[in-house]
């Protein structure tokens, strides 16, 4: 049922005694790094509850899954379990899961958050978990909430932040620049001929959700660069793309998979009635690229 990882990798089963949390951890921002500073091992699911159970139309994420394990690693988790989140699974009771936990994973204190729940709604025994804990052994805690300007961070609270624009409160809340990894594709060309080149990033194998659509200053490891985040009216274009150009740079790094953070929104995407008209704004972007 768990596929178990240490640091190195998969690994086929845990021995020791174990201090588990149990969670989604969407983004692991710094709300879950503060809890995660006190487990040993950290159970993470691999869908979201409210979709598996229809209760979301569509499952965007924070984190992409390679992204994901690392950073519950450099939270200073020992061990992961991931956990696919199915309809058997949505199943169990807390007291289920907790006895799975228990067996399984060498769990010996159960770590909550603030305000986590687990288990079936419809058998819902999570009350009964401190005299679960009382009869095999094991401890039960919970966390504290990690506040930001009095309010406690949350998932919800991230994507909120990425759907008005705001990606440097995004990154307050992460504790990091959210960011968007693909590889880079040959583009229009357009770009070019305005003498702005840029690079098209795919971004049709990651899960993450995207911020709202404009014009951003953004970082590809030490180069600045503006990046327009959606369509492209002035050339009549209407699916959404990512395309980059990093300011003092001639190097090529087509076909090469790059990381994409989000620094400052700039504007809004308006259309253009003439090319020059488009180049005029894009100077004033990258004059206001520099001064960030």
Known sequence: MFQLYDIHGPIASISEPTTVTVGVFDGVHRGHRELLKDVT??????????????RRDSEYWLDDPDEHLRLLFEAGAKYVAVLPFTREVSSLSACQMARL?????????????????????????????????SELG???????PFLVDNQPISSSRIRESLTSGAVEETATLLGRPYAIT?????GRGVGHTLGFPT????????????????????????????????????????????EVHLIDFHGDIYGQTVTVEFIHRLR???????????????????NACRQL
């Open 41 to 54: 091992l950290v159970v993470t699911l691999t869908a979201h509850p409210s979709f598996v159970l229809g």
């Open 101 to 133: 936990l228990y067996n399984k994973l060498q769990m010996r204190i159960l770590l909550l958050g603030y305000d986590s729940r687990f288990g079936c709604k419809s058998n819902d025994d999570f009350d009964q978990l401190p005299q679960l804990a």
């Open 138 to 144: 094991f401890t039960l805690k919970r966390g504290e």
């Open 182 to 186: 693909g590889i880079v594709l040959h």
């Open 199 to 242: 690079a098209n990033i795919d971004l049709s194998q990651t899960r993450k959700m995207l911020p709202k659509e404009g014009v951003y200053a953004v970082h590809i490891g030490e180069y600045t660069g503006m990046a327009n985040l959606g369509t492209a009216p002035t050339f009549g274009m209407e699916n959404p793309v990512l």
């Open 268 to 286: 809004d995407i308006v259309r253009f009635d003439t090319p020059e008209a488009l180049e005029e704004q894009l100077q004033k972007d990258l």
